[in-house]
């Protein structure tokens, strides 16, 4: 059994502070799930250009509000508290927050650790792995 806390994880490596965003990684490749699972802030006004091109996410909105744009069809979708989205196609999109948002995410498969996005918006496949365990 593997139990872990938010408040904790934040303190360690698993906690990863990028351009508009931050996510505590609290399963990740190396406790063998075959997939991860974070807890993400979005910070207000940000407008994230992604692209998962070796994952596939689940997103479900905890807190906030914002918007995703899928940019195959440009339908532009709201996002609040309660509000899932499923990048099943590995769905180039823009996400948009309107006001601060948590999100709980799902990645398959899964990542490393220390990823960040590349240029092109995804992560790539061989990320650093964390070295708390």
């Known amino acids: ?28 490749k190396n406790d063998n799930m075959g ?7 979005i910070y207000e ?10 994952h596939l996410e689940s997103v479900y909105c905890v807190s906030g509000e914002g918007e995703v744009e899928n940019l ?3 339908v532009v979708y709201p996002i609040r508290p309660g509000t899932i989205y499923i990048l099943d ?18 990645f398959n498969p899964p990542l490393h650790g220390k990823e960040v996005h590349n240029a092109d918006g995804a992560y790539e496949l061989d990320g650093e792995e964390v070295s708390d365990k």
């Open 1 to 28: 059994m593997i139990v872990r806390s938010l408040q904790e994880a934040r303190k360690t490596d698993r906690r990863v502070v990028s351009e508009g965003w931050e996510s505590t990684r609290l399963l990740l």
């Open 35 to 41: 997939f991860s699972f974070h807890i993400t802030t």
């Open 45 to 54: 006004g940000a407008e994230l250009h992604l692209h998962y091109q070796n």
């Open 72 to 74: 195959d069809d440009g």
């Open 89 to 106: 196609k590995n769905d180039k999109h823009i996400l948009r927050a309107k006001t601060e948002m948590e999100m709980a995410c799902v």
